[in-house]
């Protein structure tokens, strides 16, 4: 993407024109779990085509639409439906709108998605914290040459899913009775659900589960400097020795039983969240 600060720019302006409200908080809503988009008060809704530079959702569940407003009395902006990078997208449009944010003000970043579990000691329905990851997309949305506007040439990822985020999703989920695993999620570009051995690999590499988004929107993240919690619904289990044939289907089902809890958990870390 050329000039990828002056695209953002635009699209910033665009949204500018709707709304003045600047949002401290991001999110991204993934699979399934974009009704919490619909909790939003006195938003504005605009669909990802009426936005310069913003590409659009093509999978089911996905709606494409960029909500801003206030939940749990926060300015927020969500991402009602996400880009992927096996739809065609680059890596660098599937992060674009992390930047959008940044430069709407947003300072704190919640990614959610869905995912398979790896460890045996998950079991769907189970949100996982996600404390670091793989990338095995085999790309890298900073490729190419950098805009020190939107960060640095190295940026660090040492600490890309902020401790303190994480520490106070734990105390939220406590206070709410919500069981909570953590670990390391594992990113791949899809579409395809990973043979057995392969999800052998990833476990025994460190992965304890596995999914087709968020690294690039982290790895974006850290470049241009938000804090960053991200969430994985583990919707099924991937576990290489033991896997059974799984459809799109299946996941969101999954993810839909377990928004309730979904939706609480992150609602109350909004509200606890000082940006």
Same mark, same amino acid.
């Given at each position: ?15 500018? @024109?709707?709304?003045?409200?600047? #949002? ?8 399934? &779990?974009?009704? $919490? /988009? =619909? !909790? ?108 020190? @506007?939107?960060?640095?040439?190295? #940026? ?8 303190? &985020?994480?520490? $106070? /999703? =734990? !105390? ?104």
């Amino acid at each position: 993407m050329a000039n990828r600060a002056q695209a953002v720019r635009e699209a910033v302006a665009a949204i500018r @024109e709707r709304t003045g409200l600047v #949002p401290e908080i991001g999110l991204i809503l993934g699979s399934g &779990l974009g009704d $919490l /988009a =619909e !909790q939003i008060e006195d938003a504005t809704v605009i669909p990802y085509g009426e936005i310069p530079h913003f590409p659009v959702s093509t999978v089911a569940g996905h709606a494409g639409r960029l909500v801003i407003g206030r939940l749990e009395g926060k300015p927020v902006v969500a991402m009602q439906g996400r880009f992927h990078y096996y739809e065609g997208y680059s890596m660098a449009q599937v992060a674009f709108p992390v930047y959008v944010m940044k430069f709407l003000g947003t300072k704190v970043l919640i990614v959610t998605n869905a995912a398979g579990g790896m460890n045996k000691a998950f079991q769907p329905g189970d949100l996982m914290l996600i404390v670091d990851h793989l990338n095995f997309t085999g790309d890298n949305p900073l490729i190419g040459p950098n805009d020190d @506007e939107l960060g640095p040439r190295f #940026p660090d990822m040492s600490r890309a899913y902020d401790p303190e &985020l994480i520490a $106070l /999703a =734990e !105390q939220k989920a406590q206070e709410l009775g919500i069981r909570v695993q953590k670990g390391v999620y594992a990113g791949i570009s899809g579409p395809n659900y990973l043979p057995p051995a392969e999800l052998v690999m990833l476990r025994r590499l460190g992965g304890d589960a596995v999914g087709m988004s968020t690294i690039p929107e982290v790895i974006a993240a850290a470049h241009c400097g938000l804090r960053v919690l991200g969430i994985s619904c583990i919707t099924d289990m991937a576990i290489g020795e033991e896997l059974e044939p799984l459809t799109h289907e299946q996941v969101v089902a999954v993810a839909e039983r377990t928004k309730p809890k979904f939706t609480a958990l992150v609602r109350a870390v909004v509200a606890g969240v000082r940006a």
